[in-house]
């Protein structure tokens, strides 16, 4: 192996065991204090009896790499950082034994976090290797680690988000009286009900995103979003918190106000957030065919493209229909934007920075 080639095999060793031993260590702080750390729908994983060989695999594959790293690259920065973080984390799991269940009505979803990345993970890092769009694009390519920052920063406000946005749909509930309608809703077959959630909330969340463009102040906000200049199945959780809480909170009250049944929406939440990720992703599938009735990756890349056909075009997430039958559908055959970002890219570097962005006076 020449020098170049073990240089570059070392940072991606180093790399993975960073990761690895966060998510170690993560699984650790969630396995000893489910109460605070964990989402009350997870608790019962934490209690599995494969969860401690989980955890413990996770920093053995972290310390195997670390070590690697130190072997390989001269700058052991990564490998040490990742030796730490095991280290800490085995300090932390062996200090007590048994689960310290906490009595706390306030948690922060870092298991949420955890599941989040290795779910996405696993299931689209593959995919992009092995069908990228942009084939130069590093695996740890540019602002990833702001971008997996967003990851983190929904997760564990997971509970403040849902609070912030079921505010809405609950007064709507608590002051109509469809008893009648509601039933039937709730009476029709599993997958009917799928189709109508994906249809209603599309077509709602078509007018809140096309007006998160066409509004100067909420533009501030959604600016955020567009100012990630490479895409890939991270580049989706960049948004800002209240365009977040904005988006959520409008785009459930079709979802839970007409009686839609719990299973249906279970479903299309988790074929949501899957859906959202893939659209972002780096794949270079054009679904020529399927991209006329259903969004696909190209639709909404050239949402994100930077050229000038692509400002305010392609606001759907499900359906293109609603972007034609509003005049915004954008979407020239079998090409792709050569670009991504906001034209200038007037939105600074770093959560904290986007954070404040939308809030600062612009001369």
């Given at each position: ?77 990564l490998g040490l950082c990742a030796i730490t973080l ?121 007018w809140v995103h096309r007006l998160f463009h066409q ?8 600016a955020v979003h567009h100012s990630a200049q490479s ?133």
């Amino acid at each position: 192996m020449d020098q170049s080639t073990a240089s570059r095999t070392g940072w991606l060793s180093g790399t993975a065991a960073l990761v690895a031993s966060l998510v170690g260590l993560f699984l650790v702080l969630c396995w000893r204090h489910p109460g605070l750390l964990t989402t009350p729908e997870l608790q019962t994983v934490h209690q599995a009896a494969w969860f401690p060989w989980l955890v413990y695999a996770s920093l053995l594959i972290a310390f195997v790499l670390a070590m690697l790293n130190l072997v390989l690259r001269p700058n052991k920065t990564l490998g040490l950082c990742a030796i730490t973080l095991t280290i800490l984390a085995s300090l932390r799991g062996s200090i007590t034994t048994g689960l310290e269940v906490e009595s706390s009505q306030v948690f922060f979803g870092l298991d949420f976090f955890v599941l989040n990345v290795i779910f996405t993970g696993f299931l689209f890092v593959p995919l992009e290797l092995l069908f990228p769009k942009v084939k130069d694009q590093p695996l740890f390519r540019f602002e990833w680690r702001e971008d997996l920052f967003y990851y983190l920063v929904s997760s564990l406000c997971v509970q403040v988000l849902t609070f912030l946005t079921f505010g809405p749909w609950q007064f709507v509930l608590a002051h109509t009286q469809w008893t009648e309608f509601r039933h039937w809703v709730g009476s029709q077959p599993a997958w009917a009900q799928f189709v109508e959630i994906m249809f209603l909330t599309d077509l709602a969340q078509y007018w809140v995103h096309r007006l998160f463009h066409q509004v100067k102040f909420l533009w501030q906000f959604h600016a955020v979003h567009h100012s990630a200049q490479s895409m890939d199945w991270m580049a989706g959780a960049r948004m800002h918190f209240f365009e977040i809480v904005i988006l959520r909170a409008t785009t459930s009250i079709p979802m839970f106000t007409l009686g839609f049944q719990q299973g249906p929406l279970q479903a299309y939440l988790l074929f949501l957030y899957v859906h959202s990720t893939f659209i972002h992703a780096n794949l270079h599938w054009d679904f020529n065919w399927l991209g006329r009735f259903f969004v696909t990756p190209r639709f909404h890349h050239w949402h994100h493209g930077i050229e000038r056909e692509a400002i305010d075009v392609n606001f759907a997430i499900h359906f293109p229909l609603f972007d034609k039958l509003f005049g915004t559908l954008y979407l020239p055959g079998r090409v792709w934007p050569t670009g991504y970002g906001i034209g200038g890219h007037p939105v600074p570097k770093g959560y904290w920075q986007q954070f404040l962005y939308p809030f600062r006076k612009r001369s």
